[in-house]
């Protein structure tokens, strides 16, 4: 397994099945953590014959597949199918199968376990189970490079979205009491234009200077698409709730701000590095191999989507730069919300 990659993600759905019998009559189990992994090694009758632990370092992981060798196991089972431990097992040959974390909890009461939980205890549970119920249990079939790609793509998209939606709700969170006529004065709080009224118009104070001309004048200095009528947004500003006013409102304007730079300056930059690398990683091999995955297992349907599109690059709103809202395609789901 010397080209497997440094950090497999696998799938234990693959078409190889366990032996009826581990070889050398032992398995083990590694509980697997931040800081030290506690592994667990038994016999064909479920004694535990060997206990160690490891620090989750280069030296510690070698340790560990040096310690398993020695004591003649050649199956281990784990609670995650990715991360350097996994890496470190499977290119020292050994068969990994991956038993979830919630398997891992209800197979505690098979033992008599109080609930607690228990890190040893845990590797011996994983590592009997291994011996026990081997009719079911599947071993871990490292994924392409392509897909281990594609995977760890994905993964880091959804943590940065729900990273945004964390801070849009503390934002929207903190101005129900500082300022609660921006909440609901555009269709989403975290679009384009609601950030910008929001940077320019941070306080009860500095809201109250507009008038219904006012508003039309700055909507048309940022390009606002014009589906609501100034009129009726100063009417939602005027029925809202006020907000703080004096030096309580300045001392909240200072979180808004603060709120609204880590919501925007990451994202913009983001942004624009993305789009610059779309037709480099369109034109790539990789690309090609992830596109031929779509059909060979099932992927999130929006990833789907976005892999069967045209090598052209999503269309960008101009909304952002102040000249409107026209594209010559059409825009994509998020940035036709105004």
């Not at 219904?212 to 048309?220: H, I, N, P, Y």
């Not at 609204?260 to 037709?279: D, E, F, N, Q, Y």
């Amino acid at each position: 397994m010397k080209d497997a990659p440094a950090e497999p993600t696998g799938t234990t759905t693959g078409p190889a099945e366990l032996p009826t019998n581990p070889p050398n009559g032992r398995t083990a189990g590694v509980d697997w953590a931040k800081d030290d992994h506690i592994v667990a090694v038994v016999d064909s009758t479920g004694t535990a014959i060997d206990r160690f632990t490891v620090p989750h370092t280069g030296t510690g992981l070698a340790e560990l597949t040096r310690h398993l060798a020695q004591a003649g196991c050649a199956e281990v089972a784990i609670e995650r199918p990715d991360g350097p431990v996994v890496a470190e097992l499977l290119e020292a040959g050994l068969t990994v199968v991956v038993i979830s974390p919630n398997q891992l909890k209800n197979l505690r009461s098979r033992y008599g376990s109080a609930g607690n939980k228990d890190d040893r205890f845990d590797a011996y549970v994983l590592a009997d189970t291994l011996r026990t119920d081997r009719a079911r249990l599947r071993p871990l079939v490292p994924d392409s490079p392509a897909t281990v790609t594609l995977r760890g793509t994905c993964r880091a998209r959804k943590d940065l979205v729900g990273h945004r939606v964390a801070l849009a709700n503390q934002l929207r969170a903190h101005l129900q009491t500082a300022l609660p006529a921006a909440v609901g004065l555009f269709a989403d709080l975290d679009s384009p234009i609601s950030l910008r009224f929001l940077h320019r118009f941070d306080c009860q104070d500095r809201a109250d200077w507009l008038s219904v001309k006012r508003l039309a004048a700055w909507l048309a200095s940022v390009g606002y698409c014009g589906r609501v009528d100034p009129a009726v947004l100063h009417a939602r500003l005027t029925a809202a709730p006020r907000g703080l006013t004096g030096s309580d409102g300045a001392t909240q304007a200072h979180i808004t701000r603060v709120l609204l730079a880590v919501l925007t300056r990451p994202t913009r930059t983001s942004s624009r590095r993305c789009r610059a690398r779309v037709p480099y990683i369109r034109r790539s091999s990789s690309w090609t191999a992830a596109a031929k995955i779509i059909s060979a297992r099932p992927v999130v349907p929006s990833v789907a989507g976005w892999l069967r599109q045209s090598a052209v690059p999503p269309p960008v709103c101009r909304r952002d730069s102040g000249r409107g809202c026209s594209t010559t395609s059409p825009s994509p789901p998020r940035s036709t919300a105004c």
